[in-house]
């Protein structure tokens, strides 16, 4: 759809299958190995997508809980503070949340929050969210 796409993950593997995919797909896709957006310094865009870890704990992640697991949200906290100096103006941040995240991660000043989807499964009593938002002037 003439979009461009960036991509940007801290594990360098997840980076070279974001490559081979979108070769595969014959997509143009930046994909860069970057801790949040310490690969991006200086770019802004027009909508900024973080499938973030889903379960924030009351400690330190184990190395086999990474992937899915941040200590007390603070990845999200971080993504949030930093989204907002990369996103152009009237630009959206959309991002994943889950009953198993800290809902106090949502309070951001001056972000505009929207539900955007909602899925609850049932057998586990587990709820995912996509909300979307923006920073008002």
């Not at 759809?1 to 014959?26: K, L, S, Y």
């Not at 801790?35 to 770019?43: I, K, N, P, Q």
């Not at 929207?114 to 920073?135: I, K």
Request: charged share 20%; aromatic share 12%.
């Amino acid at each position: 759809h003439g979009w461009q796409v960036w991509a940007g993950d801290v594990d360098p593997r997840a980076v070279a299958v974001t490559r081979v995919n979108a070769q595969r797909n014959q997509l143009q896709v930046d994909a860069r190995t970057s801790d949040l957006f310490d690969a991006f310094r200086g770019e802004q865009f027009d909508a900024i997508v973080f499938n973030q870890p889903f379960f924030h704990l009351d400690r330190q992640p184990r190395e086999d809980e990474l992937t899915l697991s941040d200590a007390g949200g603070a990845l999200h906290s971080r993504f949030m503070k930093q989204a907002a100096q990369h996103l152009s103006p009237g630009g959206r941040v959309v991002f994943t949340f889950s009953n198993c995240s800290d809902p106090a991660v949502l309070e951001q000043p001056g972000y505009d929050l929207q539900l955007c989807a909602f899925d609850y499964e049932r057998s586990s009593n587990y709820v995912r969210c996509l909300f979307s938002g923006g920073w008002s002037s």
